[in-house]
Nanobody, 124 residues
Framework: QVQLVESGGGLVQAGGSLRLSCAAS????????MGWFRQPPGKDRDFVAA????????YYADSVKGRFTISTDNAKNTVYLQMNSLKLEDTAVYYC?????????????????WGQGTQVTVSS
C-alpha cells in the first residue's frame, strides 16, 4: 500500500511561484508513475502533469505547459511540482497520485493511489 502526502500549498499572488512536494512511502518509488491533478472549487478534478516510471517521460496539461515542471527525487521518494507564473485560474486543491501504469497518465482512472490534497490559492 502506497501512502502519499502532499505539502507546499498556500496563498500566493498572481505571477508568483510555489513548489509542491509529494512524499511517497510503502512502495518502490522508482516503479511508479506519478501525477499531479487539481480540482478548482465546484469543478471536476483535472490532469496537471505526470512523469512515467518508464523512461521518465513527462506530460503536461496545455494550461500549465511552460509554467509548471514535474520532477522526481528517487532518493527522497518525492515528486515535485514547480509552479511559476501562477494565475488566478490555478487556484485549486492539488492532488498527487501514483500508478504502476506508464500509459494513459492523463486520466485519473489510471491511478491507484492518491494523496489528501493541498490547497493552492492565487490572489490578485
Amino acid at each position: 500500500q502506497v501512502q502519499l502526502v502532499e505539502s507546499g500549498g498556500g496563498l500566493v499572488q498572481a505571477g508568483g511561484s510555489l513548489r509542491l512536494s509529494c512524499a511517497a512511502s510503502g512502495g518502490t518509488f522508482s516503479s511508479y508513475s506519478m501525477g499531479w491533478f487539481r480540482q478548482p472549487p465546484g469543478k471536476d478534478r483535472d490532469f496537471v502533469a505526470a512523469v512515467s516510471w518508464s523512461g521518465g517521460t513527462t506530460y503536461y496539461a496545455d494550461s500549465v505547459k511552460g509554467r509548471f515542471t514535474i520532477s522526481t527525487d528517487n532518493a527522497k521518494n518525492t515528486v515535485y511540482l514547480q509552479m511559476n507564473s501562477l494565475k488566478l485560474e490555478d487556484t485549486a486543491v492539488y492532488y498527487c497520485a501514483a500508478t504502476k501504469n506508464f500509459l494513459t497518465l492523463r486520466r485519473s482512472e489510471a491511478y491507484e493511489y492518491w494523496g489528501q490534497g493541498t490547497q493552492v490559492t492565487v490572489s490578485s
